[in-house]
């Protein structure tokens, strides 16, 4: 009988034990449910920040390409703006040289005339004359 009464109270002492564990393990779980709604609001208002940064760079690179649209459709119909309408000395002289006048420059009349020059003038003499809007 005192055997019983004794393993009854050591029953008891384990079920207190228990129970005080189950009370401390609520608790636990009461306070990571409350760091989870936490985290959740930190991560909202990092995730608003990021996006409205991101919002702001989309219509500045938005308004960035309008203009440069914009300055392209001017380029394209328009005569652009800081374009070279002469060539340079040396490049008349040489064109000169090769029996190209400047102001009447076609096609088939510049290749023949630059023939004797080797493909890096060519290429040269050729390019100057696209910047300057001699040829098109």
């Known amino acids: 009988m005192e055997m019983q009464m004794e393993t009854n109270a050591a029953l008891e002492a384990t079920v207190e034990r228990l129970a005080a564990a189950a009370d401390l393990l609520e608790q636990a779980m009461q306070r990571l449910a409350e760091r989870q709604q936490e985290s959740e609001i930190t991560i909202g208002r990092i995730s608003a920040t990021v996006e409205a940064a ?3 760079r989309l219509k500045a690179a938005e308004e960035k390409m309008a203009q440069l649209e914009a300055e392209a ?3 394209v119909s328009g ?9 340079p000395a040396g490049m ?3 064109l000169a040289k090769q029996g190209v006048a400047v102001d009447s ?8 005339a630059l023939n004797g020059l080797s493909i890096e003038q060519r290429f040269a003499v050729k390019s ?5 809007g001699m040829l098109a």
């Open 92 to 94: 008349s002289t040489m």
């Open 105 to 112: 420059l076609e096609a088939g009349s510049l290749d023949a």
């Open 73 to 75: 459709t001017a380029h």
């Open 54 to 56: 991101l919002e702001d």
């Open 128 to 132: 100057q004359l696209l910047r300057s």
């Open 79 to 87: 005569e652009p703006a800081g374009r070279r309408k002469t060539l």
